[in-house]
T-cell receptor, first 111, second 116 residues
Framework: KQEVTQIPAALSVPEGENLVLNCSFT??????LQWFRQDPGKGLTSLLL?????REQTSGRLNASLDKSSGRSTLYIAASQPGDSATYLC??????????FGGGTRLMVKP | ETGVTQTPRHLVMGMTNKKSLKCEQH?????MYWYKQSAKKPLELMFV???????ENNSVPSRFSPECPNSSHLFLHLHTLQPEDSALYLC???????????????FGPGTRLTVL
């Protein structure tokens, strides 16, 4: 059974810092990996989707990398802003429509 | 706005009540999903419907009963719930995925359910 772990569970940084969120998964036979953002009490917003054949994806200040063989992904946020404060979720897709989520990293960016 | 709406946004119910959660998608998708998000636990997949057929029931207790009358609407009927069922219930939709193809899921804002 696929298990997804995100470290750290919570992170507080001053505005302007570059930061890295980590995601690891136990079954490397994934088809893709997706990073989401969730604001308090809200649904999920997709940030980046990496196919299993890709190594990274970039969108603005966000860069996500995937090392499928080692079961790891990182989300890099450059020049963090208070508006980046949210919970970031990593999810992997295995065969059969199963999207398995990690527990999330709760990020607080202080002005 | 993701094109997926959920009602109600908040619901408080007693253990003997019967209520229903509603999800509607305006994206032309043909697969819909229910997820449960409890405090301090990862998001859990509950049910999957592809082309109105239930293709996944992730060992969910029978007090949760899904219904998908058409590809745009999804319901979750609730009866005799327990306090531990209190959670955020999220609906998502996508184009139907095959065994090896993932189509991006779009999530609604969720229904915050409290069971007293």
């Amino acid at each position: 059974k696929q298990e997804v772990t995100q470290i750290p569970a919570a992170l507080s940084v001053p505005e302007g810092e570059n930061l890295v969120l980590n995601c690891s998964f136990t079954d490397s036979a994934i088809y893709n990996l997706q990073w989401f953002r969730q604001d308090p009490g809200k649904g999920l917003t997709s940030l980046l989707l990496i196919q299993s054949s890709q190594r990274e994806q970039t969108s603005g200040r966000l860069n996500a990398s995937l090392d499928k063989s080692s079961g790891r992904s990182t989300l890099y946020i450059a020049a963090s802003q208070p508006g980046d404060s949210a919970t970031y979720l990593c999810a992997v897709f295995n065969a059969g429509n199963m999207l398995t989520f990690g527990g999330g990293t709760r990020l607080m960016v202080k002005p | 706005e993701t094109g997926v709406t959920q009602t109600p946004r908040h619901l408080v119910m007693g253990m003997t009540n019967k209520k229903s959660l509603k999800c509607e998608q305006h994206l032309g998708h043909n697969a819909m999903y229910w997820y449960k998000q409890s405090a301090k636990k990862p998001l859990e997949l509950m049910f999957v419907y592809n082309f109105k057929e239930q293709t996944e029931n992730n060992s969910v207790p029978s007090r949760f009963s899904p219904e998908c009358p058409n590809s745009s609407h999804l319901f979750l009927h609730l009866h005799t719930l327990q306090p531990e069922d209190s959670a955020l219930y999220l609906c998502a939709s996508s184009q139907a995925s095959t065994w090896e193809t993932y189509n991006e899921q779009f999530f609604g804002p969720g229904t915050r359910l409290t069971v007293l």
